[in-house]
Each structure stands twice: as C-alpha cells, then as structure tokens.
C-alpha cells in the first residue's frame, strides 16, 4: 500500500486515480467516524457524485469491518479514499479556507445558502457528537453549515445528513460530470 504525504494511505479496494478528473466534485471529510456502515454508505455516495472522501483518525472502527465492507457494496473501488492519523495531518494537506464548510448543529447558515465550487470541501464530525468546539472555532461562521430539523428532533443519520449536502453542492454545480447518455438507464425494459 503507497504511503501518501501526512501519513494518508488509500482505503483497501480504492481507486488511487479517483474520478474522471484531476479536481473531485467535492471533497467530503469525516472527522473520526464511529460506525463503519455509515463510512461505507459514504463512500458509494463518493463513487456515485465523483467525490472524494477523507477520513480522519483515529477511526472507530478497521477498514476492513465487514459492515463498511457490506454498506460500500463494490463501489470502494470506484471511489478514491484517503486517511489520516489526525486532524493535523489532514489540514497540513489541506488548509481550511474560505472553500471549506463545516456542519453544525447550531449555526445560522443553512447548507443551501453557500455558493458552492468544484473542490469545495465539507467536513463532518463523529455521529456520537458531532465536532468538537476547537475544530468547529476554526471556521468562520458563514462557513459553519446546518441542516434545518424541527425543533423535536435532535439529529440525521450522517450519510444521510452526507447526501443531503452533497446533492445539493452538486446541484449547484449542474451536477459537473453526468452526460446525458448517463441519465438513460442501461438495461431494457421492454
């Protein structure tokens, strides 16, 4: 397995070429993941948008768990998967800027008002709480992002909470790489 600056190796099964291009669509990071079907619905949502996901340590669980395994199905290596030890090593290869988001619980910005960018990168914290205060006080208030609930539900699923940002980042891009011809279906159904 290459080793990758920062400590970064590719997830087993990954694609080190990533997508169709140099720049994915968008970057998605995890900030130290708990449960590994989460992780692994991810990565098929990586394959299926050309994003690329960063997985920052320490995980809670190995790459090789047999719920990632099951979750990601055969898309892990149509993805391109990277880790890091730590928070450290992933924002010495990527600096926070003004292109990077942060999803919050509580943050006047709801995810559909950025003007998002190919590139862009959103970062999510572990399911069991979120990120911590000294990586969340990092970023700027306009880039801490929400998804609106009702007041009587406390949290999304994070794929779930992962898709429903993602999509529209895409959305806002004119979803950058689908062809048409990707939009018929493959099969026959006569």
Request: aromatic share 8%; hydrophobic share 35%; proline share 9%.
């Amino acid at each position: 397995m290459a080793e990758h600056p920062a400590h970064n190796r590719l997830v087993p099964g990954s694609n080190p070429g990533g997508p169709t291009t140099n720049q994915p669509v968008v970057n998605i990071a995890l900030f130290t993941p708990e449960i590994p079907h989460n992780t692994g619905n991810i990565i098929r949502l990586c394959a299926n948008v050309g994003a690329t996901l960063h997985l920052i340590g320490p995980l809670g669980f190995d790459l090789y768990h047999p719920k990632l395994r099951r979750a990601a199905l055969d898309y892990r290596d149509l993805a391109n998967v990277i880790t890091y030890e730590s928070w450290a090593c992933f924002t010495k290869t990527h600096p926070l800027g003004s292109r990077t988001f942060a999803t919050a619980p509580v943050t006047r910005t709801p995810y559909t008002e950025p003007s998002y960018q190919r590139g862009d990168t959103i970062l999510f914290g572990p399911e069991g709480a979120g990120l911590p205060n000294e990586i969340l006080s990092q970023f700027p208030l306009q880039n801490r992002i929400h998804i609106p609930m009702l007041s009587t539900t406390r949290s999304l699923n994070l794929s779930n909470a992962a898709a429903i940002i993602i999509y529209e980042m895409w959305k806002q891009m004119g979803f950058a790489g689908v062809e048409v011809d990707d939009l018929v279906p493959k099969r026959d159904f006569s």
